[in-house]
């Protein structure tokens, strides 16, 4: 199947700026870039404000003044780029679809700080929240994780890590494994937006000399059958034109093999990244509403 029209367009649109690859820039002015094709969003949400985590920034968007669950989100971008600022729109979105509470979570960078750095920030979140959730003025026995990408791994590895009980986890084109060896690496290395040079420069950044592809706190799919059937119910989104693609589809299947709750979605004609630009692909609006539908029924209950 080819790239969707709508898709299309934006492919064409990105390399016709002739911006260089990421993997041919430094972090620094990779970071640069990756704000400037930031939109600002104009979406309302009745409460947004920048909270402190113990020393992790983060961003707390509220729908409603009454108590709700919480998604703790984690933001994409290889762990080397992007921020709360970059993924304010899509927290905005799943604030208000899905009727609870988003905290977006401004964990530290590679490769200023390697891995397990942004793993520990992450972590140390969803403890504060859960152990704030009265003056955040939401239900504490009602948290999710979620994240796009790099921010899918963080949250695959928060949810078998479990410090604090879960009820859902929300992994949107999930990076799980670090030894890059599935047929959509090869099918979509140059992308289009994500190539296989882009994920081997992340996974050098945030990874290299400190830990090994192997290590299951570092590729969540090598997690044994017993951890990952104690993690919470998921939904996993994927793209077909994504380098990532495999790897997220079977850890989604050995989420169900394991007895875990878990939907499995491709999105046809979609590149990776496409989630964030539900203002601009049908599909994208589309995700974000079979996200937000199930995350809120996780935490209705």
């Known amino acids: 199947m080819p790239l969707h029209p709508q898709a299309q367009a934006i492919a064409d649109l990105m390399a016709a700026s002739g911006a260089p690859a990421l993997n041919e820039q430094s972090?620094?002015?990779?970071?640069?870039?990756?704000?400037?094709?930031?939109?600002?969003?104009t979406e309302d949400v009745h409460e947004i404000r920048d909270v402190d985590a113990n020393g992790i920034p983060c961003r707390l968007y509220k729908p409603s003044a009454d108590v709700t669950g919480l998604l703790v989100y984690f933001h994409g971008g290889g762990w080397v780029i992007?921020?709360?600022d970059t993924h304010d729109g899509g927290?905005?979105?799943?604030?208000?679809?899905?009727g609870h509470a988003v905290l977006s979570v401004d964990y530290r960078l590679a490769?200023?700080?390697?891995?397990?750095?942004?793993?520990?920030?992450?972590?140390?979140?969803l403890r504060w929240a859960h152990d704030n959730a009265m003056s955040?003025?939401?239900?504490?026995?009602?948290?999710?994780?979620g994240g796009d990408s790099a921010g899918g791994h963080l949250a695959a590895?928060?949810?078998?890590?479990?410090?604090?009980?879960?009820?859902?986890?929300?992994?949107?084109?999930?990076v799980t494994d670090a030894h890059m060896i599935s047929p959509s690496y090869k099918e979509n290395k140059?992308?289009?937006?994500?190539?296989?040079?882009?994920?081997?420069?992340?996974?050098?950044?945030?990874?290299?000399?400190?830990?090994?592809?192997?290590?299951?706190?570092?590729?969540?799919?090598?997690?044994?059958?017993?951890?990952?059937?104690?993690?919470?119910?998921?939904?996993?989104i994927t793209a077909e034109f994504d380098p990532l693609r495999d790897e997220g589809e079977e850890y989604g299947r050995r989420l169900m093999e394991n007895g875990v709750n878990a939907s499995v979605a491709r999105y046809l004609g979609m590149f990776h990244g496409f989630f964030s630009m539900f203002a601009m692909l049908d599909d994208a609006h589309a995700a974000h509403s079979h996200a937000a539908a199930l995350v809120k029924k996780a935490l209705d209950a």
């Open 27 to 41: 972090p620094q002015a990779a970071r640069q870039m990756y704000e400037a094709m930031r939109v600002p969003s």
């Open 136 to 145: 955040l003025g939401i239900d504490a026995t009602r948290l999710a994780v």
């Open 82 to 84: 992007g921020s709360v």
């Open 111 to 125: 490769p200023e700080h390697k891995y397990p750095a942004a793993l520990e920030d992450c972590l140390q979140a």
């Open 91 to 98: 927290c905005r979105s799943l604030a208000n679809r899905t």
């Open 190 to 236: 140059d992308g289009p937006l994500l190539t296989a040079d882009a994920m081997q420069w992340f996974w050098d950044h945030f990874i290299g000399g400190v830990a090994r592809p192997d290590d299951p706190r570092v590729s969540p799919i090598m997690a044994s059958d017993t951890v990952l059937a104690s993690t919470p119910p998921a939904l996993v």
């Open 157 to 174: 590895l928060v949810a078998q890590l479990q410090p604090v009980p879960l009820k859902f986890q929300l992994l949107v084109y999930p």
